[in-house]
């Protein structure tokens, strides 16, 4: 069932991008290996794509929302498995497991295209142009 808005989706890609990229410093695992940089990586990576993204949050607009969404979800998968593909799980894999089922979940449960009204001012911008 989906039930997310992509306009919500896209604020709270800009929050968790942001929110993964300072993590390992918030929830004190920085200790400069993969569990560090795995998730200061993929929020790098949720922000790019976010910004890049055909949706009302998304900038430049060139990857479809259904790309983004599949792209989200295989983001979820790695960042899930993450301490366990690189060793560091007998360290830290809480915030990892979190953090990829939140980024699955919301993959699974946001609306496939944007509102029709973005749609429809897309469209008249384009006409314009």
Known sequence: MRFIPTRF???LDYLYGILLIASPWLFDFAAGGAETWVPVVIGAIVLLQT???????????????????LLDFGIGVILALSPWLFGFADRVFTPHLIFGVFSML??????RTPS???????AHEETMR
Request: charged share 15%.
């Open 116 to 122: 029709r009204a973005y749609k429809t001012n897309v």
């Open 51 to 69: 910004v890049f993204t055909d949706f009302e949050m998304g900038l430049v607009r060139k990857i479809p929302m259904q790309t983004h969404l």
């Open 106 to 111: 919301a993959a699974l449960t946001t609306h």
């Open 9 to 11: 989706h896209g604020i």
